[in-house]
């Protein structure tokens, strides 16, 4: 009887011990060589560039303040995205509000002048209530209404390109209304 | 009276099996079990955080009313203590650390004095405790003849967001008290696990230049793309056998609903409807419940895959947006109130397709990210209250709620 008693508690302990301890060793491969791949790919490691070390005459010195005065592309295009106003949107909807019609025409007026030169990337954002796959897909029918009413004011829409982030972009953290109506909107950005 | 009685009766047995109908066990005809600590390694800190742990599993079971005093004794002592004489089952076991830093578990069930149940345990490290107790718990679920409770094993995934548009996904146990993380580093949500098995998952990169569905596999490691789409690419769903994926995409801003053949790679548009489709999910083998806006508002819906004819499945609750379907069953987060300082925004709801019963299943706080265990037997979910949140089980069959508070970071999806 004891015998039966130790080797199966004996077996038990081998079945066990075989798989409690399995299930956390898998995470932890996974974890490394998963973060590993993560890693490489992040850009950030990719953006160190060596530190070039310039000899500053009084001529280039001249020469720079030249350079200066003009707007590089980069620089034009952040000014000019600055004026592009962003629109708002009520809880759960995804029309434009008749009071967002001005800023509307504003950001078709400049996407058709200042900014004729970039691709306009729309970004759909939403409060907090909910972070279901439903509010990803609002905040894209919120671009997707900006974009058409864009391309009805004479925008080309191969120009235009749109993303969601759901209610993970928010510009306001408190808990009011006020700050919810914040983040219910779409913002413009520019792209060379 | 007694056609009352009888009658009363009658509708009880019919009911019997139907989740949506509110079981109300009573708490004292439950058997008492005490737990007895003989552990002979690791500080008090370590061994009352041991103890916690099984005591809150024994609890999720459902099938006992465990004592909460954390009593010390040998472990081979030949009687229980005094104060568990009249205990139905009492539980000891004895926790010690090996050469190898390994952690062992000896365990025996003692009953009327006889040990009714013994079995030892062993993990490679103090970290994962948690597994252990888990796995204890079945084992008494087990020898007690109740159903099984495989998703107590279970591992679950979700996404955490740390930053604006910066997230990491985690692999966590039932209770989310062990974490670990698979990704990090940029904007990747809406995990899904790829198999039963756990051994693979799916998940969204916002990182991309579109919205990138990849698949990874955890025992190696290697992650690779399965396919892009703009605005939208999401796996909401994985079907039984792993061979097929429910995906949200919105090629031209508008979002749909797609099934995905992963052996073919092909994808078959599901819906059509001009508004918002989202969130499906496999009803059967031919069908798929979905969230939609085609009434003005989000609620959750019915297709076939094969006629293609659309039916509103729910009909309580302004605003549904999520949904998980197990079997017959349906638990919904339905938003309750439109007073967004309320402290009942959204709670969660079970219907049956086959009866016209709802059953509410929270009553306060924004309870959301319902899920069915594989079995059905229980659901998790997140729920916030009084800016504390917590993990959630919801045993439907005992009528119990179990809540696991969460240690930091916004959940952001979930999957089980």
């Given at each position: 009887m004891k015998s039966i008693v130790i080797s199966s508690a004996i077996a038990a302990l081998l079945m066990l011990s075989g798989c409690s301890d399995k299930d956390p060793k898998v995470d932890d491969s996974a974890v490394d060589s998963g973060m590993k791949q993560e890693v490489v790919q992040d850009p950030s490691a990719q953006e160190v560039a060596p530190i070039q070390t310039e000899t500053v005459s009084s001529s280039e010195a001249a020469v720079m303040s030249d350079g200066t005065a003009q707007e590089t592309d980069g620089q034009v295009m952040m000014r000019v995205e600055k004026e592009l106003l962003t629109i708002y949107f009520d809880f759960d909807k995804f029309n434009i509000r008749s009071d967002m019609q001005g800023n509307l025409s504003t950001d078709a007026n400049i996407a058709k002048t200042?900014?004729?030169?970039f691709y306009i990337k729309l970004e759909g954002n939403c409060d907090e209530w909910g972070s279901d796959e439903y509010n990803f897909a609002l905040g894209l029918k919120r671009s997707n209404t900006v974009k058409k009413a864009l391309v009805a004011e004479g925008?080309?829409?191969?120009r235009i390109a749109m993303v969601s982030f759901g209610e993970s972009n928010p510009v306001c953290n408190d808990k009011t209304r006020e700050c919810w109506a914040k983040n219910r909107r779409v913002d413009f950005k520019l792209l060379p | 009276m007694k056609i009352l009685i009888s009658f009363l009766i009658t509708i009880t047995f019919m009911f019997?099996?139907?989740?949506t109908i509110e079981v109300i066990k009573k708490v004292d005809s439950l058997p008492s079990l005490a737990i007895e600590d003989a552990s002979v390694s690791y500080d008090e800190t370590f061994k009352n955080r041991f103890f916690k742990s099984l005591v809150a599993d024994l609890n999720v079971l459902s099938i006992f009313n465990v004592e909460r005093y954390h009593r010390k004794v040998n472990y081979?002592?030949?009687?229980?203590l005094v104060e568990n004489k009249d205990i139905n089952y009492v539980l000891r076991y004895k926790l010690s650390e090996d050469d190898s830093r390994a952690l062992n578990l000896e365990l025996k069930l003692i009953s009327q004095e006889n040990v009714v149940f013994n079995k030892n345990y062993k993990v490679s490290n103090t970290n994962v405790y948690m597994f252990v107790s888990h796995a204890i718990a079945y084992d008494i679920n087990k020898f007690m003849g109740e159903p099984p409770v495989e998703w107590m094993k279970r591992k679950v995934i979700f996404s955490r967001m740390v930053d604006s548009q910066k997230s990491e996904l985690v692999i966590a146990d039932y209770t989310l008290a062990y974490q670990h993380i698979v990704v990090k580093g940029g904007f990747n949500i809406f995990p899904k696990w790829a198999n039963k098995e756990q051994t693979a998952f799916y998940y969204s990169s916002l990182d991309e230049k579109k919205p990138t569905l990849k698949y990874v596999d955890i025992k190696t490691g290697k992650s690779k793309v399965i396919k892009s789409s703009d605005g939208m690419m999401i796996c909401s769903d994985v079907n039984d056998d792993g061979s097929q994926l429910l995906l949200t995409m919105a090629p031209q801003g508008q979002p749909d609903i797609y099934l995905y053949d992963v052996k073919t790679k092909s994808t078959k548009k599901i819906t059509t409807y001009g508004g918002i489709d989202v969130g499906a999910q496999f009803l059967g083998k031919d069908s798929i419940v979905f969230v939609s806006d085609r009434l003005g508002y989000p609620n959750i819906f019915s297709k076939s895959m094969n006629t293609g004819s659309v039916e509103?499945?729910?009909?309580?609750?302004?605003?549904?947006a999520a949904c998980s379907v197990s079997g017959q069953y349906i638990v919904y987060k339905a938003r309750e109130s439109s007073e967004s300082f309320g402290d009942n925004t959204f709670n969660l709801h079970l219907i049956s397709m086959e009866t016209d019963f709802i059953r509410r299943l929270t009553a306060v706080g924004i309870n959301e990210f319902p899920r069915f265990s594989v079995d059905g037997d229980a659901i998790i979910f997140i729920k916030n209250y009084k800016s504390q949140s917590s993990i959630g089980i919801i045993r439907l069959n005992h009528n119990k709620n179990y809540l696991f508070p969460l240690k930091y970071g916004k959940v952001q999806s979930m999957y089980w």
């Open positions: 200042k900014a004729k030169d925008v080309d829409a191969s | 019997a099996s139907d989740a081979d002592a030949s009687s229980v509103q499945m729910v009909h309580y609750g302004k605003s549904n």
